[in-house]
């Protein structure tokens, strides 16, 4: 008897661990400026959002961070060819100087632009798209209503704000597809200058109906609504808060190894989360709200948070010991190798492109038109 082929159920992975993913993914791309391995990390991004993204409005922006990741890498290469220093032997070609004042000393403007200024500005670049990519990732991935709902009661009020700033993007490309989507129906046009006029004055109207909408569901919903608790604990509610994160920077400095007494730092580092999460606990009483039908964690979420944990952390491991790989110089120019041990930390990031359950589908009565 042939046996039937067990498939995992579809269902929507917990927004935290889409976030601690793109993180630390974000974070392995801080640690390495190597074009070979960047290109490596954005395909990895974009591989597991088009494998494991809904068909939800904020799914769509991924492609937004894509262009802004262009943008940013040219602005990079700009940024050299016009203030590059005369730095390089390979001159490619020579733009006409713009004379500058002698208080302006040590600063050039255009003039010869040699091939290693451009590739520094084409690494920076690349790094500071594929950190940007990662964001985007987690924000086409992750559900942020159910982000919002599983944050601690303590950073309810500052995670609403971080949450309505990050889903601009999505809206925005949301807005920007229906309104091109009404325009072609109607035989006009959806690219050009002649345009953006046309799309661009929908949009923000429509964007500023959202804002109204969002902000009667929130007063509906009773948000500011908070519950009551005496004086002496708002106040140490403040100092475990404000000590703990003050204590946490401090942990770090030290841990770091920047100049803090030796073995201080890991301590301090501790007992600053510690008063940090006893001031979070404490603070969380102070909002009053139901939760219905909790996300939980399970296999699927903590193995999507290993590979992206498991990636920060041999990346991390590889720059210690192949620094010359993750940093290729630029002068002389060399061509950027690729070893195992990096590699293998941006393939484990790819994992969850099969390993997480796929999110569900729309029926056809839910599809949207």
């Not at 039937?4 to 801080?30: E, F, M, N, Q, Y």
């Not at 809904?54 to 203030?83: C, D, E, H, Q, S």
């Not at 201080?264 to 510690?274: C, Q, S, Y």
């Not at 492109?353 to 038109?369: C, D, F, G, I, K």
Request: glycine share 10%.
């Amino acid at each position: 008897m042939k046996r039937p082929h067990l498939t995992p159920l579809s269902r929507t992975v917990h927004p935290g661990a889409w976030w601690l993913w793109a993180l630390a993914l974000a974070v392995a791309a801080s640690r390495t400026t190597n074009p070979l391995l960047l290109a490596m990390l954005l395909g990895v991004a974009g591989l597991v959002v088009a494998r494991r993204r809904g068909t939800a409005p904020w799914a769509l922006a991924f492609r937004m961070y894509l262009w802004l990741g262009a943008f940013i890498v040219v602005m990079r290469v700009l940024f050299r060819v016009i203030f590059g220093g005369g730095e390089g032997e390979h001159v490619l070609f020579t733009l006409p100087a713009v004379p500058l004042p002698e208080w302006s000393a040590g600063i050039r403007l255009l003039g010869p632009v040699a091939a290693e200024e451009l590739l520094g500005g084409l690494y920076d670049g690349l790094r500071l798209a594929a950190m940007v990519v990662c964001v985007g990732a987690a924000n086409a991935l992750a559900n942020p209503k159910r982000m919002l709902k599983a944050l601690p009661g303590a950073l309810h009020e500052v995670g609403t704000s971080v949450v309505v700033t990050l889903t601009v993007a999505p809206q925005l490309a949301e807005s920007v597809v229906r309104v091109r989507r009404a325009r072609r129906l109607r035989g006009r046009r959806t690219r050009g200058l002649r345009a953006l006029h046309g799309i661009a004055v929908p949009v923000l109207e429509d964007a500023m109906n959202r804002s109204l909408a969002l902000a009667a569901a929130m007063a509906a919903h009773g948000f500011g609504r908070t519950g009551q608790l005496p004086v002496r604990t708002r106040v140490l509610t403040g100092a475990l808060v404000i000590g703990g994160l003050l204590g946490v920077c401090a942990g770090l400095y030290g841990a770091m190894g920047s100049g803090g007494p030796a073995g201080l730092g890991t301590p301090v580092l501790l007992a600053g989360l510690l008063l940090a999460v006893a001031g979070f606990l404490l603070g969380g009483r102070r909002v009053v709200r139901s939760t219905y039908r909790p996300d939980r964690w399970r296999a699927a979420e903590l193995l999507v948070t290993a590979c992206g944990l498991a990636a920060a952390a041999l990346m991390y491991a590889a720059a210690g010991s192949q620094a010359a790989v993750l940093h290729p110089t630029t002068s002389p120019l060399m061509w950027p190798e690729v070893t195992p041990l990096p590699a293998v930390a941006v393939l484990l990031a790819s994992l969850p492109a099969w390993a997480a359950p796929a999110p569900p589908r729309p029926t056809v009565q839910e599809a949207p038109a």
